[in-house]
């Protein structure tokens, strides 16, 4: 992270520990996410979000193969949640992995529950991440295609009107029995356990088209929903591919430096902290550090987005995954394996998939009432026209079993699903980190963005420019001032400490140090106690002369930030203002550009900074910012976001603060969206901001909300499709030309085209990625 820039007044510096899963008895827990794959067309479960184990609780993780969306969480949860022992459950549908928390002194009973609902269970041990072993890829074709030879001869038997009237009904068996035995066994244990998914609908429907006598078409009807559904997983899977691209980023092999001096190639995982690793031309980072020899070029673009390759020396940090490109490097491990900055990344990508988008919630609570619905009218369909109209039983019944096929909500349920993963996956590769499917959607309706000013709309790395003595010897009072900036992390304390220290000035010993929150810091020097802060605390202190107004007000009108120096002591007693210093930042480039871009988008701008309001308007004027504020405490910033969301009466739109995800925490946390900046190597940031740009480049705001307005019109495109697919298809069997087939066609073929429409945005995204960003083989994908 780099500067801040909520006070002239200095925040102490911070530590920041990592955070991690924690482990209960053989098993750890992670962060989990969401996906929707295969047959997912089960009632829609509650809202699942990553919780903590219970306290005095043991964990275990199964990975489920034939665990890939609601259906079967629904099924799993009912059956497990009700056991005695069984604390809490987490699901992991994008990798399959199902975590129980415990109190169970044997497993035995949890594996027998799973495998009851026709699933089986592999224990993953602590640390093992899930191997990618879709079930869609590991299922041979050949059995379909014999099928569909049988189906098809199964119709061609019946149009021909061949002598031998029991060849259709056997090709119908044959194709039924190589196709659909799958779908009967899941339809079965649905059924059981009174769940009215695809599966149970499907075998409902080619049972129902058996028993009238339509053998052909049951068969073919069978062959097409396999064949698409097999079609459909296969597409879902890409989706997963997003977060399996993630991992296989870094190698499992590091050089380490040995205790004898030499080199030797290890397992990454296996490496320690404050171990030395050796990085040669072209190879990929195994681990983040710092390094400790050499100079080279490091493609982040994989972790920041960065379109220009980083220069690297001694002391500068490099990330997990990124790329080497020239000279050969040595650096020094700060974080293991699983708690690298891209573990992170993967963890908060997985988790935003628990958090079900406004949009995702609202198809979950149509498609509640939508499937049991349409199924009513199926029985009234296939019951009320015989019974009261005298109509034909084989002919309503017919048209029963049609909307059977129709009923579920299969296209409408996928569809938000995959297009957030999408989404998510999308912004990864920008090096935009979005927290939530809930924020990926809020960004399109942001209207006020309230900025912090250093180290964001600035390079946050100011130089002194002008420094008076107002009394006393002025070697003396710069390193006593010196003295006091070196023990504060804030950018303008630390460039008057380099300013002093490029002039060749020791400093002293500093004790009984204070930070002043939006003030500044105090200390005793020998034996004296001072202050350096800024304007708000000499004021304060009633210390301002109309002199040194006059001068503070000329130094500020310049863009300049000014901290000042003053000798604390009792009402008359010798003390008073010793000496001023003037900081000056640069404004990014960037800054401009993203700041017209988000005007152009429609976002009003408010800059809140810890400065003076003369520093702050000047900075405002350069990069063309609506409004400035100066003097802003930490709280200052928490209340003007809350004015800033009272203007936007309503609920007509969203605010957003971009700050640097710590100090500036309340102002995060009362904006809608909390956009944290140059989070990379953060853990701190990446963990409390609700969007984390992975770099300094504020640009990547507007491209987050450019992102969230076509996530949302493509979410808006799949629901309108699926319902009008659907739609179209009930006008057409109500008035008796729809058949199976037909319906077979307007519900997978309406799940295929929401996917593929979902995919389009990742690719749409990977092909406006920078030019000069190298991907992985086998990198980010959706």
């Known amino acids: 992270m780099h500067g801040h820039d909520h006070e002239a007044g200095h925040e102490p510096r911070h530590s920041h520990g990592h955070?991690?899963?924690?482990?209960?008895?053989?098993?750890?827990?992670?962060?989990?996410?969401?996906?929707?794959?295969?047959?997912?067309?089960?009632?829609?479960?509650?809202?699942?979000?990553?919780?903590?184990?219970?306290?005095?609780?043991?964990?275990?993780?199964y990975r489920i193969d034939a665990m890939d969306c609601p259906t079967e969480e629904a099924l799993l949860r009912d059956k497990l949640a009700a056991m005695p022992g069984v604390a809490a459950l987490d699901f992991n549908l994008m990798q399959r992995v199902l975590t129980v928390h415990h109190k169970l002194a044997s497993l035995d009973s949890l594996a027998r529950a799973i495998e009851s609902l026709g699933m089986k269970?592999?224990?993953?041990?602590?640390?093992?991440?899930?191997?990618?072993?879709?079930?869609?890829?590991?299922?041979?074709?050949?059995?379909?295609?014999?099928?569909?030879?049988?189906?098809l001869s199964a119709e061609l038997s019946e149009w021909a009107g061949l002598a031998v009237p029991w060849l259709p009904l056997a090709f119908a068996l044959a194709a039924i029995g190589l196709a659909g035995l799958d779908t009967y066994r899941k339809g079965w244990i649905a059924l059981r356990?009174?769940?009215?998914?695809?599966?149970?609908?499907?075998?409902?429907?080619?049972?129902?088209?058996?028993?009238?006598?339509q053998w052909p078409e049951a068969a073919m009807v069978m062959v097409l929903f396999a064949v698409a559904e097999r079609i459909e997983a296969a597409s879902l899977d890409r989706a997963r591919q997003a977060i399996r691209g993630l991992m296989a980023m870094t190698p499992e092999q590091a050089t380490v430096r040995q205790a004898d001096g030499g080199w030797l190639q290890v397992e990454a995982r296996s490496v320690a902290v404050g171990a030395t690793v050796r990085l040669r031309p072209g190879e990929r980072v195994p681990l983040d550090g710092k390094v400790s020899r050499g100079r080279s070029t490091i493609d982040q673009a994989p972790i920041t987005g960065e379109s220009v390759p980083a220069e690297k020396g001694e002391g500068d940090a490099v990330f997990a995954g990124s790329i080497n490109q020239a000279g050969e490097l040595e650096y020094v491990v700060t974080a293991v394996a699983a708690d690298s900055t891209l573990a992170r990344i993967i963890h908060a990508v997985e988790a935003a998939q628990a958090s079900r988008a406004p949009?995702?919630?609202?198809?979950?609570?149509?498609?509640?009432?939508?499937?049991?619905?349409?199924?009513?009218?199926?029985?009234?369909?296939?019951?009320?026209?015989?019974?009261?109209?005298?109509?034909d039983w084989l002919d309503w019944c017919y048209k029963a079993l049609v909307l059977l096929v129709i009923a579920c909500p299969c296209a409408l349920v996928i569809s938000t699903p995959v297009t957030i993963v999408s989404g998510l996956a999308a912004a990864a590769r920008q090096g935009i980190l979005v927290k939530g499917g809930v924020y990926l959607e809020q960004g399109k309706d942001l209207r006020w963005l309230a900025l912090d000013k250093t180290g964001t709309l600035t390079h946050g790395k100011p130089a002194q420019t002008d420094f008076a003595v107002l009394a006393g010897e002025e070697t003396q009072v710069r390193r006593i001032a010196a003295s006091l900036a070196a023990r504060s992390d804030h950018p303008v304390s630390l460039a008057v400490a380099h300013a002093a220290g490029a002039d060749g000035l020791d400093l002293l010993g500093v004790e009984a140090f204070e930070a002043l929150p939006g003030r500044g810091t105090r200390g005793t020097v020998a034996g004296r106690r001072y202050c350096l802060g800024n304007h708000r605390l000499v004021h304060e202190l009633g210390l301002c002369s109309p002199a040194l107004e006059a001068r503070l007000e000329a130094l500020e009108r310049q863009g300049k930030t000014v901290v000042l120096l003053a000798l604390e002591g009792a009402p008359g007693a010798d003390h008073g203002v010793l000496a001023l210093f003037a900081v000056a930042d640069t404004v990014r480039e960037s800054s401009r550009q993203a700041i017209a871009e988000l005007h152009a988008l429609g976002v009003k701008t408010l800059m809140l900074s810890g400065d003076n309001p003369h520093t702050a308007a000047a900075i405002a004027a350069q990069v063309g910012i609506d409004e400035a504020r100066g003097d802003q405490l930490p709280q200052d910033k928490a209340d003007a976001l809350a004015a800033l969301a009272?203007?936007?009466?309503?609920?007509?739109?969203?605010?957003?603060?971009?700050?640097?995800?710590?100090?500036?925490?309340?102002?995060?946390?009362?904006?809608?969206?909390?956009?944290?900046?140059?989070?990379?190597?953060?853990?701190?940031?990446?963990?409390?901001?609700?969007?984390?740009?992975?770099?300094?480049?504020?640009?990547?705001?507007?491209?987050?909300?450019?992102?969230?307005?076509?996530?949302?019109?493509?979410?808006?495109?799949?629901?309108?499709?699926?319902?009008?697919?659907?739609?179209?298809?009930?006008?057409?069997?109500?008035?008796?030309?729809?058949?199976?087939w037909m319906a077979v066609f307007a519900d997978m073929g309406a799940s295929l085209l929401v996917v593929f429409n979902g995919l389009r945005l990742a690719r749409q995204q990977e092909a406006r990625a920078p030019q000069g960003a190298a991907r992985p083989a086998g990198g980010i994908a959706a």
């Open 19 to 61: 955070e991690h899963g924690h482990e209960h008895g053989h098993e750890h827990t992670h962060e989990h996410s969401h996906a929707h794959g295969g047959d997912c067309c089960a009632a829609p479960v509650a809202p699942r979000v990553a919780q903590a184990a219970p306290p005095g609780t043991r964990t275990v993780r």
């Open 359 to 391: 949009t995702q919630r609202f198809v979950d609570r149509f498609a509640a009432v939508y499937t049991p619905v349409v199924f009513a009218v199926a029985l009234l369909v296939a019951l009320a026209p015989p019974l009261l109209l005298g109509g």
């Open 121 to 151: 269970p592999e224990v993953l041990e602590a640390g093992v991440e899930p191997a990618a072993a879709p079930e869609a890829v590991r299922k041979p074709w050949w059995p379909l295609a014999l099928a569909g030879v049988a189906a």
């Open 646 to 740: 009272a203007t936007l009466e309503g609920g007509a739109g969203k605010t957003g603060m971009v700050g640097d995800g710590i100090n500036d925490a309340p102002a995060l946390a009362r904006a809608d969206i909390g956009f944290a900046m140059g989070a990379a190597g953060t853990d701190t940031a990446i963990e409390t901001a609700d969007v984390a740009l992975m770099d300094d480049d504020l640009r990547k705001v507007p491209a987050f909300i450019r992102l969230s307005r076509q996530t949302s019109r493509i979410l808006w495109q799949n629901i309108v499709l699926a319902l009008g697919i659907k739609a179209v298809f009930l006008v057409l069997t109500v008035m008796g030309e729809g058949t199976m």
């Open 193 to 213: 356990h009174g769940k009215l998914n695809i599966n149970a609908l499907m075998s409902i429907a080619v049972t129902g088209a058996m028993l009238i006598g």
